[in-house]
């Protein structure tokens, strides 16, 4: 783990843990989330992932978001869990009701039992 994710992953810790879904939201959108910290330096220039030839080497050295962002995002999954933030993302970014967030879990439970 890189010291950016450190310092995130330490800093959303003072954030309520009703609030990690939105975060862990904006960061799947490749987004920094202030309550994570000052945005880290070139972070508008920092690509998400590196292509082409020699990408393995640049993702070992160099930094990329998807770098920065996977530990704090596995950080936020492994403590609020799939199911919550599968529920942000389905009722409050899509605007479905309770009810439809039911029969979607319902069949996304039934899809991925396999």
Not at 28 to 56: A, C, M, Q, T
Not at 58 to 63: A, E, G, P
Request: proline share 5%.
């Amino acid at each position: 783990m890189n010291q950016i994710s450190t310092k995130a992953i330490s800093n959303l810790n003072n954030v309520p843990k009703p609030e990690w879904p939105a975060i862990y939201h904006n960061l799947n959108s490749w987004k920094w989330d202030d309550r994570l910290g000052v945005k880290p330096e070139h972070w508008d220039s920092i690509p998400e992932f590196y292509r082409g030839h020699f990408r393995s080497v640049k993702n070992f050295i160099l930094n990329n978001r998807y770098k920065i962002l996977r530990p704090v995002m596995n950080y936020i999954r492994l403590y609020v869990g799939e199911r919550e933030l599968l529920h942000y993302n389905y009722v409050v970014v899509l605007g479905k009701t309770e009810d439809e967030f039911r029969g979607f879990l319902d069949d996304y439970l039934l899809e991925n039992k396999e």
